[in-house]
């Protein structure tokens, strides 16, 4: 089964510290995701990335950046947290992107609740 | 822009009984279509990949079926269980690689 794991499953911060989210998955994916999920909005993609250094940015990128040095780890970094930051936050990967062959399933981690103080 | 539309929001129906959840979407060019299950506080589980080509998938008690001509899908979920108490989302996978989501239909199984 694939296995996505995110480095906290809640995190508290204060207004203007940088905070790093760790995903890690072990079934060797190329495309890794990141969402963030709050009432009434839904799950939106903040990025996305389609292998090692490449990234794309996805609805709502404005805030944050991300980081993949090695093919199972992406993180999500808040440069200077913000209270409207506050969300829960979902990784993903998948095998394949969109319109290419193979399977494109996105699996998905437990989550990291974070509250920015 | 694609939208994804949920009906109803909620459910609860009794023990055993089968039940329908429904997605809609408005473009209906789309890559494939997938069905998640959300416990409180946790993660997406998949449950269902239909690709743009297929009718419908099966697993288990589940069945999702695709329309894409109309836009729709539903999601069979036959003799409910309690255990099967969660919110159901779909999302749909087009274009610039990302999954769109509805807002989910909190499903509770009575005993």
């Known amino acids: 089964d694939v296995k996505v794991t995110q480095s906290s499953r809640y995190l508290v911060k204060r207004t203007g510290e940088k905070v790093f989210l760790e995903c890690v998955q072990d079934?060797?994916?190329?495309?890794m995701f990141w969402y963030r999920q709050d009432p009434g909005l839904g799950l939106r993609l903040i990025y996305f990335?389609?292998?090692?250094?490449?990234?794309e940015k996805g609805d709502i990128p404005e805030g944050y950046s991300v980081s993949r040095e090695k093919k199972e780890r992406f993180s999500l970094i808040l440069e200077s947290a913000s209270t409207n930051q506050t969300s829960m936050y979902l990784c993903?990967?998948?095998?394949?992107?969109?319109?290419?062959?193979?399977?494109?399933?996105?699996?998905f981690g437990p989550g990291t609740r974070l509250t920015v103080l | 822009k694609q939208e994804v539309t949920q009906i109803p929001a909620a459910l609860s129906v009794p023990e055993g009984e089968n039940l329908v959840l429904n997605c809609s979407f408005t473009?209906?060019?789309?890559?494939?279509l997938q069905w998640f299950r959300q416990d409180p506080g946790k993660g997406l589980t998949s449950l269902l990949l239909i690709q743009s080509s297929q009718r419908e998938q099966t697993s288990g008690r589940l069945n999702a079926s695709l329309d894409k001509s109309s836009g729709r899908s539903t999601l069979y979920i036959a003799a409910s269980q309690p255990g099967d108490s969660a919110t159901y989302l779909c999302a749909v996978a087009g274009g610039a690689q990302k999954l769109v989501f509805g807002q989910g239909t909190r499903l509770t199984i009575n005993p």
């Open positions: 990335s389609y292998d090692v250094k490449m990234k």
């Open positions: 993903a990967s998948s095998l394949r992107l969109f319109g290419t062959s193979g399977n494109h399933e996105q699996f």
């Open positions: 473009d209906s060019a789309i890559y494939n």
């Open positions: 079934m060797d994916h190329e495309n």
